[in-house]
């Protein structure tokens, strides 16, 4: 048989069906009463687990979450906990200082390189690095020999020249005698004349000459022009010296006093120069760089005479006593210039002054308290602040009481618990300590 006709042949006989197993049959309804029955069971276990939480619940309730701020912990506000513990201040009349804040530049008021005027070997230094100097004081010496050599040739000089000048004087003196008798003619008068100018002139620059020869020698002996402290010695001994050499010999810096350098802005000039032509000696405070510390005070001396078109700025100098040297020179530092100082204003702490909208439409506000122990919000108007107070324009009266420390956990109408005052834990407490026999 070939492989079509046994292909053939396969087509045509059917295939046997295997014996199968019956289905379960359970009538019409069998499925769908089994499902209802599971679903009765499950609603009841979860209805008997409902029971129990509640229950549970009711014997053992929730206890408001507790939250660390500050130095304790205290329930959550808004749970309605007990009265929360504030620190609070009063408005009272007080001053408030204007200050302009800037970063200033310490600038020497006098610095000074210190130049040979003449050339020659450095004999030696008479000073040590560092060393705080006085104006006049030695600090180094050129070997002066040349320069006393030639104050000695410019003396003789001079001392030849006026006694040639004193012989032609005296011919002079004789010879105007001697005319009146025509012992001497009117030329020999006169060419006596023309001599005796000659010597006088060789006799002042002979004087110029031993001057100058003096000057120099004065030079060997180089002395500090200021007073201050010096710096790093830019030569040693035994070296020659040139006049204008660029380092010098030692940089001279004046400490006492001293001045800083600072900009502001252009909008603060026409206030500084009215305080300025009324005679007000304005206060210039300088801090460390941190800007915490209080280094020294000084006043402003002076403004630039033109605004730095870049920056919009105008650059002040103030001077410093700086007695203490604490202001080092080219030191940065920081600046705040008393520009004014108002009088008699309500203030509060700046502390005090919550920011953003606590309620519709305020900017700023402070929580208020009441005489009940509540606190309330209240819009305040602000003004000129120093560096703790804050003046109050409108919002407060004088004598009105603040809270300063601890207003994240309040809000309008809050109870809250001054300082001094115990807690109705601790009057609670002492209660039970007073019915404690014994």
Do not use: W
């Amino acid at each position: 048989m070939t492989v079509e006709e046994l292909t053939k042949q396969e087509r045509e006989t059917p295939t046997p069906v295997k014996d199968l197993p019956p289905p379960h049959y359970d009538g019409p309804t069998g499925g769908s009463r089994k499902r209802r029955i599971t679903l009765i069971v499950v609603g009841l276990v979860v209805l008997g687990i409902a029971l129990l939480v509640v229950r549970g619940l009711h014997h053992h309730p929730v206890r408001a979450p507790r939250f660390n701020r500050g130095r304790g912990d205290f329930r959550a506000a808004a749970l309605g906990a007990g009265p929360v513990s504030v620190a609070v201040a009063r408005a009272s009349l007080g001053n408030i200082v204007v200050r302009i804040p800037a970063l200033g530049t310490v600038t020497p008021l006098n610095i000074v390189t210190v130049q040979s005027q003449i050339s020659g070997y450095l004999e030696s230094i008479d000073f040590k690095e560092g060393q705080m100097v006085k104006k006049g004081q030695l600090l180094a010496v050129i070997d002066p020999r040349p320069y006393e050599a030639a104050l000695t040739e410019a003396k003789g000089n001079l001392l030849r020249d006026q006694g040639e000048l004193a012989g032609a004087e005296s011919d002079l003196a004789r010879y105007e005698q001697e005319i009146k008798q025509d012992a001497v003619s009117e030329q020999q008068l006169v060419d006596e004349r023309f001599l005796v100018s000659q010597y006088k002139g060789a006799v002042e620059s002979d004087k110029g000459a031993v001057a100058a020869a003096a000057v120099n020698v004065s030079y060997c002996h180089i002395v500090s022009p200021i007073s201050g402290r010096v710096g790093l010695m830019q030569v040693y001994p035994g070296n020659y010296v040139t006049p204008n050499e660029a380092n010098g010999i030692v940089v001279v810096t004046q400490l006492e006093p001293t001045s800083v350098i600072f900009p502001i802005a252009e909008t603060y000039i026409e206030g500084i120069e009215q305080r300025v032509a009324a005679g007000a000696k304005l206060e210039v405070e300088a801090y460390d760089a941190a800007n915490t510390t209080l280094l020294t005070t000084g006043y402003l001396r002076t403004l630039d005479n033109e605004i730095n078109t870049t920056t919009g700025t105008v650059s002040l100098r103030a001077v410093f006593e700086n007695k203490n040297d604490i202001l080092f020179p080219n030191e940065f530092v920081n600046v705040k210039l008393v520009e004014n100082v108002l009088q008699h204003q309500l203030v509060i702490p700046i502390a005090a002054v919550r920011h953003g909208a606590a309620t519709d439409g305020l900017a700023d506000y402070v929580y208020l308290v009441n005489p009940n122990h509540t606190v309330s919000v209240r819009a305040v108007e602000l003004g000129t602040s120093d560096t703790t107070n804050v003046q109050v324009k409108s919002g407060l009266a004088d004598g009105d009481l603040v809270v300063t420390e601890g207003a994240d956990r309040l809000h309008d109408g809050a109870r809250v618990m001054l300082p001094g005052q115990a807690g109705p834990a601790g009057h609670a407490g002492h209660a039970r300590r007073a019915r404690r026999p014994g």
